[in-house]
């Protein structure tokens, strides 16, 4: 099955420290991207990814780091310097930049 | 961030009626997109459109390009129970920037009462 997953579904920390969520796809799409979706609001770019090693800064990158080594892997670090790191995050990708996003199922970080 | 004006925000309907909402945009864009999102999972794309006045339906579901090229529309035709979830577009500036981020409406939450 072709496809995004992400991991953990559910991810409970402490305050203070520094956490990293696992996005993969097997689709052979070359952009990779990262949102933040707090109840209410659409969704906020974080970081994304036109082609591997390579990533850009989105609307709300201050207290995120990506990485793309690999082009099926787009891990999203949230740091102690997120203030509110409490959020469902999702992952997407697509074919190229211009093309239309396909979205993971989503993990939810709670710190507590 | 910019973020799209959608409308209504959320909306009950009795099964089996119609339901409309919109999406509107100060600026102009190349694509539009619908997605639907169930309780904690990710947004699933329902319709793309790519060019103004295009018309795409799937199932009962039918989406618009705006002619203008600043807004877009999606119905749902005789609504059932699982069509509850909450509705999404998000479009993709035209822009010569190089970037070609999408930007996401703030969603239309929709209740079917049976």
């Known amino acids: 099955d072709g496809g995004i997953t992400q991991s953990p579904k559910y991810l409970f920390r402490k305050e203070g420290q520094n956490v990293t969520l696992s996005c993969e796809q097997n689709?052979?799409?070359?952009?990779m991207y990262w949102y933040r979706q707090d109840p209410g609001q659409g969704l906020r770019l974080i970081y994304y990814?036109?082609?591997?090693?390579?990533?850009q800064k989105g609307d709300i990158a201050e207290g995120y780091s990506v990485s793309r080594e690999k082009k099926e892997s787009f891990p999203l670090t949230v740091t102690s310097a997120q203030k509110n790191p409490t959020a469902f995050y999702l992952c997407?990708?697509?074919?190229?930049?211009?093309?239309?996003?396909?979205f993971g199922p989503g993990t939810r970080l709670t710190v507590l | 961030g910019q973020q799209l004006n959608q409308s209504p925000q959320s909306m009950f309907i009795q099964e089996g009626e119609d339901v409309s909402m919109n999406c509107t945009s100060s600026?102009?864009?190349?694509?539009w997109l619908w997605y639907k999102q169930d309780p904690g999972e990710g947004p699933v794309l329902l319709i793309a459109l790519y060019k103004a006045g295009e018309l795409t339906s799937n199932g009962r579901l039918t989406a618009q390009f705006g002619i203008t090229r600043k807004d877009s529309f999606l119905n749902i035709s005789a609504s059932i129970p699982s069509d509850v979830g909450i509705y999404f577009c998000?479009?993709?500036?035209?822009?010569?920037?190089?970037?070609?981020?999408?930007?996401f409406g703030t969603g239309t939450r929709l209740k079917v009462l049976a």
């Open positions: 998000a479009g993709q500036p035209s822009t010569t920037s190089g970037t070609y981020k999408y930007i």
């Open positions: 689709l052979n799409h070359d952009a």
């Open positions: 997407a990708s697509s074919i190229t930049s211009w093309n239309e996003q396909f």
């Open positions: 600026s102009i864009f190349n694509t």
């Open positions: 990814s036109q082609i591997v090693n390579d990533f």
